[in-house]
């Protein structure tokens, strides 16, 4: 005959057994959710950033753009204007005369504190700071791009004139800002254009 006792203890044991495969299985679940969540973070802020330097970047364009037209307009420059009335400052970004191909820091890195910037809106971009989609799939960018030009003196040899072209541009997200320059060369007698170099920057605050 079977043990009464012994078949409860065997039942008991069961149980138990039962009991940590589901808690091991509850926590295996919860760590992989974790991590599924995560790498879609990571993989948003990816997308921002992208955008944010895609946006950086039609801004510089256009003002090499601009500077290939040969308008010629240059003075002192102040306050946000629209792309519209776009000129070489005569006033550094900086404050003071710096190398374009140094790295932006301090006041310098936030447009917000720029002594002026020049806004400019491609077509095909929508601007909502409160961010959502926009029409075709496409996203609210937080705030236009910008860009601001400075006179960086004469080219070596009298190739022609170099000027530093600083843009930004933001993705969806306010904090997302990124920040490319170039040295960008205006032949004296050509007007065409050949682009320097140019760097980006990461996060930082969005212009006021």
């Known amino acids: 005959m079977t043990d009464p006792r012994t ?37 948003g802020q990816t997308r921002e950033k992208q955008r944010a330097f895609e946006a950086a970047q ?28 776009l000129q070489a400052c005569t006033n ?9 191909l140094t790295t932006l820091a301090g006041a310098q890195a936030d447009p ?7 806004e400019f809106t491609p077509a095909a971009m929508a601007v909502d ?33 170099l000027y530093c072209v600083t843009a930004y541009g933001f993705g969806g997200a306010p904090g997302t800002l990124s920040i490319v320059r170039s040295l960008y060369l205006v032949p004296g007698s050509s007007g065409g254009g050949s682009g320097g170099s140019s760097g980006s920057s990461g996060a930082g605050a969005p212009p006021s």
């Not at 753009?65 to 040969?70: I, P």
């Not at 550094?92 to 374009?100: D, H, R, Y």
């Not at 409160?130 to 601001?148: R, W």
């Open 129 to 161: 700071a409160a961010g959502g989609v926009a029409g075709g799939g496409d996203i609210h960018y937080a705030a236009p791009p910008g860009l601001y030009i400075e006179s960086a003196g004469p080219a070596p040899g009298g190739a022609g004139q």
């Open 58 to 85: 039609a801004a510089l364009r256009f003002g090499e753009r601009w500077l290939d037209a040969g308008s010629g307009l240059s003075g002192p420059c102040a306050g946000t204007q629209p792309a519209s009335v």
């Open 112 to 118: 917000s504190l720029w002594p002026a910037r020049f």
């Open 7 to 43: 078949g409860r203890l065997a039942a008991g044991y069961v149980l138990i057994v039962c009991l940590l495969l589901l808690i091991g299985a509850s926590l295996a679940a919860v760590a992989l959710l974790r991590s599924s969540t995560l790498q879609e973070r990571m993989a």
């Open 92 to 100: 550094p970004l900086g404050g003071a005369s710096a190398s374009c």
